[in-house]
């Protein structure tokens, strides 16, 4: 028998290193966007989660301008509304690739920026959701270098996806 090859033996070695598939929950609290969010949004975003190697459960919570400044007051303390809040609901000992936590994502900035950016709301909508769950397996976006880098990988799982570089992309102001 012949002796894997190297890259044989890594490509195995990271099969098993995979987390499980990642639950998604999506709850809509304002219409849904056209083509519509609902089931789409959860598909791909197991799919970016595969591909990252994060697994675990997540809900999802889309609202409008009104609901997602309250709460982003009420636990940011900050003034006005914002694309996503993350929740991180797992414990102090929970494994790095493996996550759960809330998402509230701001239906009113993901058709904004949508507009912006170039491209559907609900595209917008799974920036928000893999910016939320890269914020769950730990990253941040806290200062410069880290704000690159994490907007890097974003931009990366969904180029490999087929999506392009929706935050980096045709007009990337926020």
Known sequence: MQKPSPSRKSAAKRRTRQAP??????????????????GWLEEHLR????????????????????RMARLHVEYKQVPGTTDCLTFDLSGPHTPKGLVEGD????????????????????????????HGLLHLDGE???????????????????????????????????
Not at 47 to 66: H, K, M, P, Q, T
Request: net charge neutral.
């Open 103 to 130: 998402l509230v994502l701001c239906m009113a900035v993901a058709r904004r920026q949508a507009k912006k950016r170039g491209h559907s709301t609900r595209e917008e909508l799974l920036l928000y959701a893999v």
């Open 47 to 66: 799919r970016a989660a595969a591909f990252a190697g994060i697994g675990g459960e997540v809900s999802i919570l889309v609202v409008g301008d009104r």
């Open 140 to 174: 941040d976006d806290l200062d410069p270098a880290a704000f690159e880098k994490m907007h890097a990988r974003e931009d990366a799982i969904l180029q490999a996806l087929g999506f392009g570089p929706l935050f980096a992309g045709k007009s990337a102001g926020k």
């Open 21 to 38: 598939p990642l639950e998604v929950q999506l709850s809509l609290d304002v219409a849904d966007a056209a083509p519509p969010a609902a």
